[in-house]
Nanobody, 117 residues
Framework: QVQLVESGGGLVQPGGSLRLSCAASGFTFSLYAMNWYRRTPAKERELVATISSAGGITNYQNSVKGRFTISRDNAENVVYLQMNSLKPEDTAVYYC??????????WGQGTQVTVSS
């Protein structure tokens, strides 16, 4: 079955960095675009970054442009989110996501990122 497992979250000081990972299984990873979303208590899930199936096209939410980098390893079935210059407003639960033709939208369990001094 389709599984997405995020890891790499934690507590970091403002200005710090974290790298999130999302390990995928149960589908042909290299065929599908992948996304990172985040959710806070005050907001619905918001799209943070997307990457095309081959990795050549990426898009970012304006608030993270220049600070976050999405990448993928199609040999290892992993998508990453490198987060630099973190701000308190980046505090959220981060989820990876894929839209599949039969299974539809699939989500991981999320990983908590807390940016605080």
């Amino acid at each position: 079955q389709v599984q997405l497992v995020e890891s790499g979250g934690g507590l970091v000081q403002p200005g710090g960095s974290l790298r999130l990972s999302c390990a995928a299984s149960g589908f042909t990873f290299s065929l599908y675009a992948m996304n990172w979303y985040r959710r806070t208590p005050a907001k619905e899930r918001e799209l943070v970054a997307t990457i095309s199936s081959a990795g050549g096209i990426t898009n970012y939410q304006n608030s993270v442009k220049g600070r976050f980098t999405i990448s993928r390893d199609n040999a290892e079935n992993v998508v990453y989110l490198q987060m630099n210059s973190l701000k308190p407003e980046d505090t959220a639960v981060y989820y990876c996501n894929v839209k599949l033709p039969i299974d539809g939208l699939r989500w991981g369990q999320g990983t908590q990122v807390t940016v605080s001094s």
